[in-house]
């Protein structure tokens, strides 16, 4: 792997930008969302249009309905600082 070279980094995902992302990967709209996570279809829609925090709770919510580990949607710009293991 020494021929290995890490991406780089090209756009900024917002937190509202990374729940509609995986949202719309798995092919779901907002109202299914809302039901299986619990959270209103109102308030997932000013989550992902950053009108409002999304927030621990909302975050485990969503995390759980969207198959995905909280921080994904929390810290969707989050890199490993170099020379870390994982």
Not at 11 to 35: D, F, K
Request: aromatic share 4%.
């Amino acid at each position: 792997m020494k021929d290995f070279r890490p991406a780089k980094k090209r756009v900024t995902v917002t937190v509202g930008e990374s729940v509609r992302i995986l949202r719309e990967l798995q092919e779901l709209r907002q109202n299914p969302l809302a039901e299986a996570s619990g959270i209103a279809q109102a308030t997932i829609s000013a989550i992902e249009n950053d009108r409002v925090r999304l927030g621990v709770e909302r975050a485990k919510a969503l995390a759980r309905a969207l198959k995905c580990h909280p921080g994904v949607l929390v810290f969707p710009g989050w890199e490993r600082p170099k020379g870390k293991a994982a």
